[in-house]
């Protein structure tokens, strides 16, 4: 009776084994197909995409335009300041009668940042803060032009 009950012991301990080794060899699978799985983020396939992107960017990915202003006929004006004085200082943008989008010479700026702007029928009023004090430009919509205005006394 000792000697079968040795041997059904026996069995029962090899069967657990058995179960332990596959449940281990199935962790370890899904481990490795994880692990390359995470091993391919990032990389390229080779595949090229066939959708394009259309769009517009500014003259510099360091200054981001900040605030567009549109007159009363229709022509806009986008422009942007730098506060960080690496790279372009300033940017602008002014829409065509197309509706693209062409780059417009905005005066520069040292340390500034565009906060308003105010438009009528022929241009826009643009203001903001730079380290020397106020900013003020006039943009003209019949030329496309964008000059500095000298701010008010009292502050803009």
């Given at each position: 009776?000792?000697?079968?009950?040795?041997?059904?012991?026996i069995?029962?301990?090899t069967?657990?084994?058995?179960?332990?080794?596959?449940?281990?060899?199935?962790?370890?699978?899904?481990?490795?197909?994880?692990?390359?799985?995470?091993?391919?983020?990032?990389?390229?396939?080779?595949?090229?995409?066939?959708?394009s992107?259309?769009?517009?960017?500014?003259?510099?990915v360091?200054?981001?335009?900040?605030?567009?202003?549109?007159?009363?006929?229709?022509?806009?004006?986008?422009?942007?300041?730098?506060?960080?004085?690496?790279?372009?200082?300033?940017?602008?943008?002014?829409r065509?009668?197309?509706?693209?989008?062409?780059?417009?010479?905005?005066?520069?700026?040292?340390?500034?940042?565009?906060?308003?702007?105010?438009?009528?029928?022929?241009?826009c009023?643009?203001?903001?803060?730079?380290?020397?004090?106020d900013?003020?430009?006039e943009?003209?919509?019949?030329?496309?032009?964008?000059a500095?205005?000298?701010?008010?006394?009292?502050?803009?």
């Amino acid at each position: 009776m000792a000697l079968d009950h040795d041997r059904h012991s026996i069995i029962a301990r090899t069967r657990r084994a058995g179960a332990f080794v596959r449940s281990s060899a199935i962790g370890l699978g899904l481990a490795g197909v994880a692990a390359l799985s995470l091993a391919s983020c990032g990389t390229s396939n080779g595949a090229v995409s066939s959708k394009s992107i259309q769009g517009v960017p500014t003259v510099g990915v360091s200054v981001a335009l900040q605030k567009v202003a549109c007159t009363i006929d229709n022509s806009c004006v986008a422009v942007g300041a730098s506060s960080i004085g690496v790279g372009p200082s300033s940017v602008g943008e002014y829409r065509e009668r197309s509706g693209r989008w062409a780059t417009i010479a905005v005066p520069s700026v040292s340390s500034a940042q565009i906060l308003a702007t105010s438009c009528w029928t022929s241009g826009c009023l643009i203001g903001g803060a730079q380290s020397s004090g106020d900013l003020l430009w006039e943009y003209y919509a019949s030329s496309h032009t964008v000059a500095t205005m000298t701010p008010p006394a009292g502050g803009v």
